[in-house]
């Protein structure tokens, strides 16, 4: 089968046996939604002790999902019951409409597996890595259809976190990205496309707060207490509602700017001056929400109506933390 006709085949094969290839905590996350959603699923693992570990965190994690409303508990039991757990990796890959990979980062393992699928299963089949960081086009260059492969990077907890992070490869056919999207957009996920580059967007944000927070310990200006209390009880509670970038169209990005000219002078470090890129939308005049256009374009925007979206995100956050 050409790429032309395997594209044409992506497109129109119905997915209804899933397998996931390992059963670490990412691994039972994702194999719980795919079953919540309706699929038929078969987890596989190297060992029969992994998988008795699997079987009880999917059936906690249902049981608290019950308890907080999301699921009833027919829903919970049905899913729990749609998923097949195995030691036959070949069995499970070869009846598979569907496959994600969620092995340790291992560049080696994670290539010999997909050859492995590759050889296994039918050439329309997608074949998904759950990897955080590695490039799909080298794990794929040694498959005979690198065009069905994608990264598709789950966060934790995979079950109750929308994110996914769609990465294609150099060969990776756009039917691929495409099915893979609308899959997880009826999943009620919320998946984003990412280049293929080392980090993706996640866990290079994640990782410069990370980098921040460990300056601060370094400085002792911060414990690590302190500094997860600043986050949780600070800007964590709006982030559900409003991303960063839209946070400082909001604030205005000319304060945003003297912000990092104060604190470039103060520590006498040019490394917190805002970057270039706000300072040039300050020079061009677009300052966020109160000039109609920041990094986002705002027609007829009324900044009150931004921060009611956020405080309510807020007021729902603290009624749920004090409920516990």
């Known amino acids: ?14 997915i209804q046996q899933v397998t996931i290839l390992g059963q670490g905590v990412m691994g039972v996350d994702i ?23 699997a079987a009880k965190r999917a059936e906690a994690n249902c049981m608290q999902m019950v308890a907080g409303g999301l699921l009833d508990k027919e829903q919970a039991q049905s899913a729990l019951q749609r ?4 030691m036959d990796w070949d069995a499970a890959i070869s ?25 296994l299963c039918a050439p329309e089949v997608i074949i998904a890595s ?37 990465v294609s490869g150099v060969q990776t056919a756009k039917a691929t990205e495409e099915k893979a999207m609308t899959l997880f957009q009826e999943m009620g996920k919320h998946p984003v496309i990412c280049k293929d580059t080392p980090g993706f967007i996640h866990n290079i944000l994640q990782g410069a707060l990370i980098g921040a927070a460990m300056g601060l310990m370094d400085a002792e200006i911060a ?23 839209q946070f ?12 990092g000219e104060y604190l470039a002078e103060a520590f006498d470090d040019p490394n917190y001056r805002s970057h270039q890129r706000i300072r040039d939308k300050v020079q061009q005049g677009d300052l966020g929400v109160k000039t ?24 729902r956050t603290l009624k749920a933390n004090k409920r516990n």
Not at 34 to 50: N, P, S
Not at 223 to 245: H, M, Q, W
Request: aromatic share 8%; charged share 25%.
């Open 1 to 14: 089968m050409n790429q032309q006709d395997s594209q044409a085949a992506i497109k129109n094969k119905n």
């Open 31 to 53: 194999a719980l939604t795919f079953a919540i959603a309706g699929y038929d699923v078969t987890a596989v693992d190297l060992f029969e002790t992994q998988l008795v570990k």
């Open 83 to 86: 998923i097949n757990r195995s």
């Open 95 to 119: 009846k598979a409409d569907f496959i994600m990979e969620v092995i340790p980062e291992d560049m080696a393992q994670k290539k010999a597996l997909f050859t492995r699928c590759d050889k």
């Open 130 to 166: 759950n990897t955080s960081s590695m490039s799909i086009t080298r794990i794929a260059e040694q498959m005979k259809y690198p065009q069905r492969a994608i990264t598709a990077h789950w966060t934790i907890p995979g079950h109750l976190s929308p994110l996914v992070e769609l």
């Open 223 to 245: 414990t690590a207490e302190e500094i997860d209390n600043v986050v949780k009880n600070g800007f964590g509670l709006r982030l559900p509602s409003v991303g960063p970038i």
């Open 248 to 259: 400082m169209d909001m604030v205005g990005l000319d304060s945003i700017a003297n912000v």
């Open 292 to 315: 109609g256009k920041g990094f986002f374009e705002y027609q007829h925007a009324d900044s009150n109506k931004f921060w009611e979206k956020v405080n309510d995100g807020i007021i």
